[in-house]
């Protein structure tokens, strides 16, 4: 319809003009002129069809895209009291809403950037004019403050043109172009949208720089606070990087960013924001930037926990087909999350403060002890001398500064062979094996022993034949002696240290930094809640920078941790009394006997390889930790099938088995002294069972999840079951709380029990604890078994890790912020319980050769307070010396 209509108009004008050439020549000017007129007026309106029909066929935003603006979102993590503490983002930005915005920060914006907002439909005319004239005249493509709050938004939603290296007439269509689009959009968004949305939208999609997008995160990232919390001259400073955040930038230009600060404050001035001396005492300031961080995934409270979320959450979520109403998978990284986690951050920094300050003795010690040893060569036979040697290669070799040397070397030339035979794996380990065969020979033997999968065979078959393969070979040894030369060569490096910083600097070759680093001394910690399962707090090691993995879910055997539970099936289902005694003599357990299945004679011993001869109940038995008599109850009960169950019960899964298929509680007496790989989390969730009347309840970390928009898209809910008999458990407590009581008290308020564990070489301390109202529990070792101490006396579960729990529950007895009842009190015994006790007589007589034991317990105790400079209370002397002298 509007083609036709101009092919007529066109038509009656030429009509016109050749009529008018008879006229006479006064008239015929005049009707020229209008003709001329007109003429522009077509050209005019046939540039700004062809303008419009450019632009709209260009890269515009749909209308669904402006109804649903993509925002990266990040997702927040946050503390069982709704204090954040983590966040998941690919940009980081979280979404603020109208009412949450500081007032300080509306009134900057629209003072500086748009004074007439709220007086517009989204194109303000004359400031248009004005930016098109300053960037063409005087060339500068970012002249800004013309365009309104809205264009800027729209902006955001495309891709801007750039007018660099663009002649006048280029970049006058260009401009006008972008200015039409911007014009379009902004006129369909103000349609769409309240002023409130719209300059919401703003903020929250701006790019701050540093890390930083949206308004939340510039102020937490630039002022270390939230939004609704900045000061004048704080907001200032954010709505003056709006103009251009990188020439704007507070930590590279900071005396820009004053001025640009103070323009927007003399803005605020002139609209009454702020006094005359306000705007004067302010200008004078300059940019804070004390507060700065830039945002990271692995810095601030639970590193380790938030790593170890991570997985979970991206387990559960594919798992359990958590998905947007679309259909779509949520994306933790992408779709502000909100998880609220069931860690209390005042117990997490009790727990870390405890984990640091006992770690640096123990690392102190170990030091001491291996000054002038090698752990990778100390008592190692060939077998082993191979072993640790291999396994340091490995760590050398997982290091970023040899993949950066391997990528160097042979990245180009895997490239090309994966580019001509597919995907296959080119590890070094593969590499290697290819190099022991020879051209043109089959790699069944490869196959077989498990060093080339089956279905990659023919390809690496090829390979042998190809000259790529020469040169992948010759690129391979060039690099092993280049691993050799640059990790023996000593340069300047920062390295793991206790300081205040957590590292230091030191010059050291990169495998001696290796060496160090692998002889740190590690530790996972663990505090549940035992009526809810909530897991408090989670510290899964030391120096998290350097040693990220997670020591809360790694196995390692637990040692005598484990023998509540043989106790607790002895008393409760094999009907034991815990005051019935047994003999302190070795006991042997041979093979045939199918029940209770061992290859070979066994016999173990106690941890200190000695047996008394003496008589011992169960109390005894347990505060002594005495293998025998866990031993001789093996034998009383002929299975330990029964012991599985319990173990299955309290939730140790008796069917988990390891990728090899090997059962992880396998069924063999051994179980009962501990020697299974265990995670610190399985011992934590057991012994809730302690603590909470016999019923085992689940540990959890994440109590809900919700969406963007506040739906709740998941709830944690623990398991829960009655794991161990209600009286049988009561017993069980109070030989907990036997273990902790007279000499080997911890000094806190509050009932306590509790269990240490020591494995074979002292690779493994341990100790669990019970409270009313909170389970605690520690392993401390090395991440490989020959980084251990050499001794009993210093590496029991007693010396290395009850320390921890003991600092941990006295610092939070002292802290107010952390709310702990320290009058809590254990559930009432159920009736009969004092019946099954009625041994009192027998908890702490020591039989006449322990005595010797005892003195030599009490010196290690002096020796290890003295060393912790702490006073040796009297209190403690007096029990002692009463016991001593019976």
């Not at 949520?330 to 870390?352: H, M, P, S, V």
């Not at 998941?714 to 902790?740: F, T």
């Amino acid at each position: 319809m509007l083609s036709k209509y101009y092919i007529g108009l066109s038509k009656r004008i030429i009509i016109f003009a050749l009529s008018e050439q008879e006229k006479p020549k006064k008239s015929r000017f005049r009707r020229w002129f209008i003709l001329s007129l007109w003429l522009g007026v077509l050209l005019a309106m046939l540039v700004a069809i062809l303008v419009l029909s450019s632009v709209l066929r260009g890269d515009m935003p749909s209308f669904t895209e402006l109804e649903n603006p993509q925002y990266d979102l990040a997702s927040v993590v946050f503390d069982s009291k709704d204090r954040p503490f983590g966040k998941y983002y690919i940009e980081n930005r979280e979404q603020i809403k109208f009412s949450e915005l500081s007032p300080l920060v509306h009134d900057a914006l629209i003072a500086t950037e748009d004074e007439r907002y709220y007086g517009h439909s989204g194109v303000d005319i004359k400031a248009l004019f004005r930016v098109a004239f300053k960037t063409v005249l005087f060339q500068q493509e970012s002249s800004g403050g013309g365009s309104t709050i809205t264009q800027q938004l729209s902006k955001l939603l495309f891709k801007r043109e750039s007018l660099r290296n663009k002649g006048s007439f280029a970049k006058i269509w260009a401009l006008v172009k972008i200015k039409v689009k911007e014009w379009a959009v902004a006129a369909r968004l103000e349609k769409q949208y309240t002023k409130e949305e719209i300059m919401m939208m703003y903020l929250n999609k701006f790019e701050f720089i540093n890390g930083a997008h949206g308004l939340q995160s510039a102020a937490q990232t630039y002022f270390g606070i939230d939004q609704s919390d900045l000061t004048a001259e704080q907001a200032a400073t954010l709505v003056g990087m709006l103009k251009n955040p990188s020439l704007y930038n507070p930590k590279r230009f900071p005396e820009k960013t004053k001025e640009r600060r103070n323009v927007v404050l003399s803005q605020m001035r002139r609209k009454a924001i702020i006094s005359e001396d306000a705007l004067d005492s302010l200008s004078l300031l300059n940019v804070d930037m004390s507060n700065f961080k830039r945002a990271a995934h692995d810095i601030g409270p639970a590193p380790h926990f938030r790593s170890e979320l991570t997985k979970w959450l991206q387990t559960l979520l594919r798992e359990e087909k958590i998905k947007k109403p679309d259909g779509e998978s949520y994306n933790i990284f992408t779709d502000g999350l909100k998880i609220y986690t069931t860690i209390d951050l005042d117990y997490q920094r009790l727990a870390e403060e405890s984990v640091g300050e006992h770690m640096k003795w123990n690392q102190d010690k170990y030091d001491k002890v291996w000054r002038n040893l090698d752990p990778w060569t100390y008592e190692a036979d060939s077998i082993q001398l191979i072993i640790r040697a291999d396994r340091l290669k490995t760590k050398a070799k997982e290091s970023d500064r040899y993949l950066a040397l391997h990528n160097q070397y042979l990245g180009d030339l895997k490239a090309k062979a994966q580019a001509e035979l597919g995907d296959i794996p080119l590890n070094e380990n593969v590499i290697q094996a290819l190099m022991g065969v020879k051209k043109n020979s089959k790699l069944s033997s490869l196959v077989s022993n498990k060093k080339i999968r089956k279905r990659h065979e023919k390809e690496y078959e090829k390979l042998l034949t190809l000259e790529l393969w020469d040169d992948i070979q010759v690129a391979f040894e060039d690099l092993q002696n280049k691993f050799k030369e640059v990790f023996s060569t000593k340069i300047k490096m920062t390295v793991f240290d206790y300081s205040e910083g957590g590292e230091k600097e030191i010059e050291m070759s990169p495998m001696d930094s290796v060496r160090f680093h692998n002889k740190i001394l590690q530790n996972g910690f663990l505090a549940v809640e035992p009526s809810t399962g909530y897991i408090k707090a989670w510290v899964g090691g030391v120096g998290f920078k350097y040693f990220k993995y997670d020591h809360v879910n790694s196995r390692r055997q637990v040692g005598s941790t484990i023998k509540p539970f043989v106790y607790a099936t002895a008393i409760s289902l094999q009907g034991i009394s815990p005051c019935q005694e047994f003999e302190d003599i070795q006991y042997t357990i041979v093979p045939g006997d199918p029940n209770l299945q061992v290859d070979t004679v066994w016999s173990p011993s106690n941890a200190n390889e000695k047996f008394t001869g003496n008589f011992y109940n169960l109390y005894q038995g347990l505060l002594y930790s005495k293998n025998s008599i866990t031993v001789r109850l093996i034998k009383e009960m002929g299975s330990v099938e029964v012991i599985r169950e319990v173990l299955n019960n309290v939730g140790i899964d008796k069917n988990l088995r390891y990728p090899d298929g090997r059962l992880v509680v396998p069924r063999v007496p051994s179980i009962c002294l501990g020697s299974m790989d265990l995670t610190l989390k399985e011992m934590a969730g057991a012994y809730t069972s302690f603590a909470n009347e016999g019923v085992y309840t689940e540990p959890i970390f994440v109590s809900r999840i919700e969406d963007k928009n506040g739906k709740v898209l998941y709830v944690g809910v623990p398991e829960r079951k009655q794991a161990i008999n209600p009286l049988y458990n009561s017993v069980m407590l109070d030989m907990l709380q036997n273990n902790v009581g007279g000499s080997y008290r911890m000094g806190v308020k509050v009932p306590i029990g509790g269990k240490t564990g020591t494995t074979n070489d002292y690779s493994d301390g341990w100790f669990m604890s019970v409270t009313p109202n909170l389970v605690a529990g520690t392993w401390v070792g090395g991440d490989d078994n020959w980084i251990r101490f050499l001794t009993l006396e210093d590496g029991q579960g007693f010396i290395m890790a009850r320390p921890i729990v003991e600092k941990f529950f006295q610092k939070l007895e002292k802290d107010s912020l952390a709310e702990f009842d320290t009058k809590a009190k254990f559930p009432s015994a159920p009736a009969g319980f004092y019946n099954l006790i009625d041994c009192d007589k027998y908890k702490q007589v020591q039989p006449e050769d322990e005595q010797r034991n005892l003195l030599e317990e009490k010196e290690k105790f002096d020796e290890f307070e003295e060393e912790f400079d702490e006073e040796f209370d009297e209190e403690f002397e007096e029990e002692f010396d009463e016991e001593f002298n019976r």
